[in-house]
Structure formats: C-alpha cells, structure tokens
C-alpha cells in the first residue's frame, strides 16, 4: 500500500494572463494546494474571482512575503520579463525558503545578459537553500530545452537550426503588441531602438543550447527586423510582426541559428529543429508549440523538479523528467 | 582563464558493434579516457584493433574487474540485452566504485519485468555510491525519454502515441535476424513464443512513459506479429520483420500507445509521437532517427548526467542536460 505524497504548497506572484491560467491550472492539478498569490493590482480581492474562476478561499497580497506567509514550498514568479525586475520577489522566497520557477524571460539565462545579477541571485539561492529556474514555452523549451534534449542521441554535433513561426492571430493582444503588429516601420525601429519591441529570451536560448552542448559560445549574434503587411486591405506597409534570429559562434563557427518569426496570418505555424551531424536529425512539431498552454505546462511540469534540483540559479537543463 | 576538467576515465564491457562504435567515439571526444576494455572473445588483443581502428594501448582483458582496475570511473556495458545478464558486471562496477551506462534494453525501466533484480542493482548500487543508467535510442529515446520531454509542456495529457517505422535493410544484420527477416510465419510465432524474437524494451518504454508522467500504468499490453513479404521476388510469403504494440492502461483507460515496426523495406521510416492533451502536440522526426549512431551518441552522453545523478540505479528520466 502506498500512501499520497502531501500536495506541494504554492504562491504565485503575478495574476497577469499567465498567471490567472497558471492559477485555473494549479487548482484543477491533484498534488498541488494554492496558499497565496500576490499582485498589486488586485489586492484585496479573491485570487479565484480574479483570475475568472469561482471564489478559492486565497485573497490576493500587495507583497510577495505576506503570499509566501502561508507555508509556501514553492513561488511561481510570473510578473515580469527582467532579471532586475524580479529580485524582490525571488528575495522574499529566499527570505521564506520558497524554491522559484519563474516565467521570466532574461532568467532563463541570466548568465547571459547580467551575469552580474546571475551571480547574486545565486548567492542568495545557495545561502537560503533555495533552487531558481526561469521556464516557459520559448525560452524555456522549443529552441532550447528541446533541441538540447535532442542532441543527447548525436555523437557529434555541427551545427543545430531552430526554426519557430507563430502566426500571432491566434495569441494574446500584448503579445501582438509586443512584436509591433500595426505599426509603422519607423515607429518599429524606434521601438527596437528602445527594447520595448522583440520577443525577450531569444538570445537566452542561443546560450542555453551552447551550454547544452558543453561548449558556450563565445558570442552569440542578435537581429530584429520588421515583417511589412503585405496583404491587401490589411493594413498594408504596416508591421505585421517580427523576425529575430539568434546566432551562436565559437571560433568563428556558427553553432546554432535560432529564428523567430512571430507575426499576423504568418503562413505554416511550426517549430522545427535540424541537426547537423552524426545523426543527423529533422524535427517538426506541426502547427506549432501552442504558447499560451505550453507556458502553463512548462511551469507547472517545472515545480517537482526545480524542488528536486540542488540549491541555486538553475536552468531548464538541469531539471529531471521524473522525480 | 579556466582549466579543462580532467578526463573522465572510461571502461567498454562488451566489443560487439556497438561495444567498437562506442569505442571509436570514447577515443574521438575530448574528455573522456580509455583506461580499459573487457570482452572474453577478443582477450589479449588491442582493443583499438578489434574495433578496426589504429591500435590504441589497451588490452582487452576477459573479466571486468580487470578492466576497471585502472580506475575507471564510469563502466559502458555493451555486453546484453537482459538484466540478469550484466548483474556481474554491475557487482564489478560497484566493488570498482565505477558508475554504469549501459544499452542493456531491460535495464532502461528494469522495475518493469524483473522487479526484484531491481531492487538487488539498487540496493548494491545505493551501497556502494554507484549510478547504475540503462540508455540508448529505443529503449532510452525515442519511445519514452522524448515523448516525456514533450509532455512537459503539456498542462494536461489525455493520451501519448508514439510510432517508429524503420527499415532494417540499413542496420546491422543481427538486428534483421532479431526481427525475424527471412523466417517462416511457423518460424516466427516459434522464435517468438521462445523469446528469441522481438525488439527487446518496448513494453520497458512504455512503462518509462507511465513514470515520466507521474501515472504509474496499471497493465502494459504487448504483442507482436510478423510482417509478411509481398513483394514478387524478394522471399514472398516470408517475413520481412515484425510489428509490435505496447500499451499503457491506468485506470481501464489506454494513456499510451507505442507502435514499432521494424522491417526490411519498410515504407517511410519515421518517428512521431502525438500527443492528446493541452496544448496537443504532434512531433515528427523525418526520416527517423538513425539507431546506431543514435545509440552511441545517447551512451556518450549519458556519461556525465549518470555521474552527477544521486547513487542507485535510475533511469534515462533522472538524467539532467548539462552537468
């Protein structure tokens, strides 16, 4: 006879989009309680109600410490898209010893863009005893966790493509915003200009996949550039989009090529990984990771693990399959 | 400035063609050691020679205690399909104090079929501060440690159906003659009531899919049956290999369902697993991934995640992506 594993204790910090699907998600899962959630922005109110669902009993916190108060084992971190932006949060699990996982897209690797910052949330993780991972969809897995894991079958390993295209009709309104649906080339550029445009994470995969490979790049090689509305009726000349890339060199090679294309009516949606090597391998997820769920799968597939994983900022790659 | 790492002190158990293609790779890749070989057919020769390479300093020796004598760290046994089989080998590793990466099939989810072995393998594993990991292609990759990958984006999974379709006219002759090729039916449903015929870890994958999914299966339902030549001229009425299912039940529900065939001539090799669930997910490897090398690439780099996973034995499930 065995008997049920207690249910893991979780807050989450954040009731944007994400969070209230995380929320839906966290309480439909057996093994898993909700005993806090913090966002300024609905403080007071039944963390159920805010997120659409019926009343559960959790009333939403101003700060990240009173949602961990409750005996929280682990916070889902899902408020921001900067390494910057969520110290505090990640300061307050430390402080109640709460593992992260985090939507964050820079934590991914943050190695990559603040080492600074990388080595002192690690600093702290250790000292509390804590794990942290940012995880997702992308990154956190198509162009990163997934071709990594793909590569484990390959002796040698020359170069990996990554391909994504996301036909943003089908997604959120700020993440359309996000990739500049609607505006003017001008207006684009001056958005990339000001890094309020691209998908954050990008490059963070490029490194992750250098890592996965035991060799980290020495540079890894970014682009943004608008996809022009051709379609008549359609807002034609305006932006319908971006592409990104994302380019790995060690030596003077090129490693790994990562492209994102994320725009309206982007024709064959699909996530494609090829390798080149021994084996080579040609991977096609038809029609594509869908973004929204996977997010909400990768985090909540990511919690069992992330508490298994030693003390520390971990990656994706450091999480098991089965714990 | 960084120092390499040491090498990692490697042993070969089993010089069969997968034992001479590990071999080749082990000498190929930096970091990693020869420091000893074991196979009783090829006692006393170089091992770089048996293997059709440049003689390479180590001499085979017939007992594996000999081969790990020169402190090897890690054990690759390449030597048997089933887990009774190499439990010599694994009591030698564990008095060398080596880890275990081996292709053995029944090894990749040994609580499957031989649960008390297992518990014998972990026990003297846990003892002696060994990692004891059972990899390869299939069992090892693409029926169970990939779909698991895949599942982890995934918020809720109804179902999992794995197939892989290869064409054995471009692998080894012992694989054609292990599926059958050129038997009678008579002949096959003998070889197979006698269990010399069938792919060895299928039922194994399945079971690993249960695990990664936190839903221990109930029931694994296998069969097999020939395929049977209908091509004129090329043995009509013989078998060109074998289709076989396994099924994962929980609950009276089917969650998972591998499909293999192996067969000469098969049309459209593949692999490709789709999952029901949210989001679903529909993943196609083209051309299948190729299983020779893919086998070796998976030892090789099981090399590292096994040393760094917690002693006992584990499986593909447990291994991280970066150490």
Redesign the interface.
């Known amino acids: 006879m065995t008997t049920a594993a207690p249910s893991i204790r979780v807050a989450i910090v954040g009731l944007g989009s994400i969070g209230r699907e995380v929320l839906a998600?966290v309480r439909a899962r057996p093994g898993l309680d909700l005993v806090g959630v913090a966002d300024p922005a609905f403080a007071g109110r039944d963390a159920g109600e805010v997120s659409g669902l019926e009343p559960c009993g959790v009333t939403v916190t101003a700060d990240v410490a009173s949602a961990l108060a409750n005996g929280a084992e682990v916070a889902l971190v899902l408020s921001a898209s900067g390494v910057a932006d969520v110290i505090p949060a990640i300061e307050a699990a430390a402080a109640a010893g709460a593992d992260v996982v985090s939507t964050t897209e820079d934590l991914s690797c943050a190695d990559f863009a603040t080492p600074e910052l990388a080595r002192k949330i690690d600093a702290t993780a250790r000292a509390a005893g804590i794990t942290v991972v940012g995880t997702g969809?992308n990154p956190g897995?198509v162009m990163d966790?997934?071709p990594?894991?793909?590569?484990?079958?390959?002796?040698?390993v020359d170069r990996i493509e990554v391909t994504r295209v996301v036909d943003v009709a089908t997604r959120r309104a700020p993440l359309r915003a996000k990739v500049g649906v609607g505006l003017t080339p001008d207006e684009f550029d001056a958005g990339v200009a000001a890094r309020r445009l691209s998908h954050r994470g990008l490059p963070e995969s490029c490194a992750l996949i250098g890592?996965?490979l035991?060799r980290r790049f020495d540079r890894v090689q970014s682009t943004i550039e608008p996809v022009i509305e051709e379609r008549p009726g359609v807002l034609p000349g305006r932006v319908a989009g971006l592409r990104q890339t994302a380019i790995g060199m060690l030596g003077g090679r090129e490693i790994a090529c990562l492209r994102l294309e994320m725009s309206l009516g982007a024709p064959n949606p699909h996530d494609r990984v090829r390798i080149e090597g021994?084996?080579?391998?040609?991977?096609?997820?038809?029609?594509g990771?869908?973004g929204d769920?996977?997010?909400?799968?990768?985090v909540?597939?990511?919690i069992e693990p992330t508490m298994a994983a030693g003390p520390g900022l971990k990656?994706?790659?450091?999480?098991?399959?089965?714990v």
Chains 1, 2 share one sequence.
Do not use: H, M
């Not at 021994?278 to 029609?287: A, C, F, K, S, T």
């Not at 769920?293 to 990768?298: D, E, I, K, N």
């Open positions: 998600a969809v897995f966790r997934l990594v894991t793909l590569s484990k079958v390959c002796v040698r890592i996965g035991g021994e084996p080579p391998l040609d991977v096609l997820i038809q029609g990771t869908a769920p996977a997010t909400v799968g990768a909540l597939s990511a990656t994706v790659l450091d999480l098991v399959l089965a």
